[in-house]
């Protein structure tokens, strides 16, 4: 039977699968240039990065064993982006979230894949 931790960490699991999924469509076609120009295109990426930071906080607090076991997943960074895309809003580095698209996301959807498959 699955705990109720283990549900919860299964779905902040998904969650961030889901928020990568959909920022890797909206910008398929885009390069950073084309990217930069677009803030229809940069407000649902952005917000999509606040899913991710937001769930990667509730891992942790929804299973604190579960963040000390898997400390490569960077889920501190994950919320520190959140916070300073949500807070910050004023002053985003567009070229900073490009290159976390482009950089971080692909490790942290594998990485998130690889834990659903052995969850």
């Known amino acids: 039977m699955t705990s ?3 549900l919860r960490v299964q779905d902040y699991v998904e969650h961030i699968i ?5 920022i890797e469509a909206y910008v398929k076609d885009l390069n950073r240039d084309s990217f930069t120009e677009n803030s229809l295109v940069q407000d ?4 999509n990065f606040e899913i991710i930071g937001e ?3 509730n891992l942790k ?3 604190s064993e579960f963040a000390q076991q898997h400390p490569h997943l960077r889920l501190d960074q994950a919320y520190k982006m959140r916070n300073a895309l949500a ?3 004023y002053a985003v580095n567009l070229g900073t979230v490009w290159n976390t698209i482009q950089s971080d996301l692909p490790v942290l959807k594998k990485q998130m894949i690889d834990l659903r498959s052995a969850g």
Not at 18 to 22: D, E, M, N
Not at 44 to 47: D, F, Q
């Open 44 to 47: 649902a990426v952005i917000r």
């Open 87 to 89: 807070h910050g809003y």
């Open 4 to 6: 109720k931790k283990q």
């Open 55 to 57: 769930a990667a906080n």
């Open 18 to 22: 889901g928020a990568i999924t959909r």
């Open 61 to 63: 607090e929804a299973d």
